[in-house]
């Protein structure tokens, strides 16, 4: 009889965590600002030193459970790969440009502030500016999330860590030009050192670590060690590494959110309509695929 998997209580209220992380974190940037200004000081072009380090925190766990020797393998099942690939990076970016510009640019602009000035200097109307935030979100495919929702749907877990080194190898090579290509077109001034030092630090760093460490610890521990004891003790690393994120970015933005609340719910309605569109797209081709491997 297979093992049924179980949650811990803080997997089980993950949910209710990050609530309190977000409502936590814009407490303290309301109530403390001092601390979150001086914590988003530490920065190099625009990418946070303290989100650096828990982002690392939270995908080098993810980054060492993978196989690499699997993604080769991953040609023989080429259907999940390509679906997964086509959606990423064929669909996903234009398709939360075109909605975050209808909705942002088109239907809420009237409600949305007028402009701000760059650090370059520039003035650029604020809606083009979340547009922006929208399409490196778009961009960016989840991986830090993505092993906790196979787990909790009871999937293929060799499969899943495949689609995340997929991805993430993929995003070395098109997150840049598809951003930068992506901003162009939404008239914004395309910031490369913070596009590729976010790569270098979010993607390229924990890949590699992981790789490497990985391959020493097999070599010095043996295989069973690092399953057993080393991923056990990794296992919470993640999710407190995402809590402490959550906490310090809306920390750093803790005042600007209590100081305008229908503006977040203004950027957050082409987000969920996105998020919607996308999980729709790629069930509905999974149904289409199962439907014609039954009628076969």
């Not at 980054?63 to 390509?82: C, G, L, Q, W």
């Not at 305008?260 to 969920?272: E, H, K, R």
Request: net charge positive; charged share 10%; glycine share 6%.
């Amino acid at each position: 009889m297979s093992e049924i998997k179980g949650l811990n209580i803080f997997e089980k209220y993950l949910t209710l965590w990050v609530l309190l992380c977000i409502a936590g974190g814009i407490l303290m940037g309301k109530i403390a600002p001092g601390i979150a200004i001086k914590l988003d000081s530490f920065s190099i072009y625009q990418v946070s030193i303290p989100i650096a380090i828990c982002l690392f925190f939270m995908m080098y766990p993810i980054m060492v459970k993978i196989d690499f020797s699997e993604v080769i393998k991953a040609a023989k099942t080429p259907k999940p790969v390509a679906m997964t690939l086509i959606i990423n990076w064929a669909i996903k970016p234009f398709t939360m440009y075109l909605i975050a510009y209808l909705f942002l640019g088109v239907f809420f602009k009237k409600f949305l502030p007028g402009t701000e000035i760059l650090k370059s200097g520039q003035e650029v109307e604020l809606w083009r500016s979340y547009v922006s935030g929208a399409i490196l979100l778009g961009i960016a495919p989840c991986t830090a999330m993505v092993l906790m929702w196979s787990y909790l749907a009871k999937g293929n877990d060799g499969l899943t860590l495949v689609m995340v080194a997929i991805n993430s190898l993929t995003m070395l090579v098109l997150y840049a030009p598809l951003g930068s290509f992506l901003l162009g077109v939404n008239a914004m001034p395309i910031p490369w050192q913070t596009i590729l030092l976010s790569v270098g630090i979010y993607v390229a760093l924990p890949l590699i670590t992981g790789y490497f460490s990985r391959k020493w610890i097999i070599k010095s521990k043996g295989i069973e060690w690092f399953n057993t004891k080393f991923l056990h003790f990794l296992t919470p690393v993640s999710i407190i590494a995402l809590l402490v994120t959550l906490i310090l970015l809306f920390s750093f933005k803790g005042e600007i959110i209590v100081q305008n609340p229908l503006t977040i719910f203004w950027i957050a309605v082409p987000l969920l309509i996105q998020t919607i569109f996308i999980f729709s797209l790629a069930f509905l081709l999974h149904l289409i695929d199962v439907s014609k491997c039954i009628i076969q």
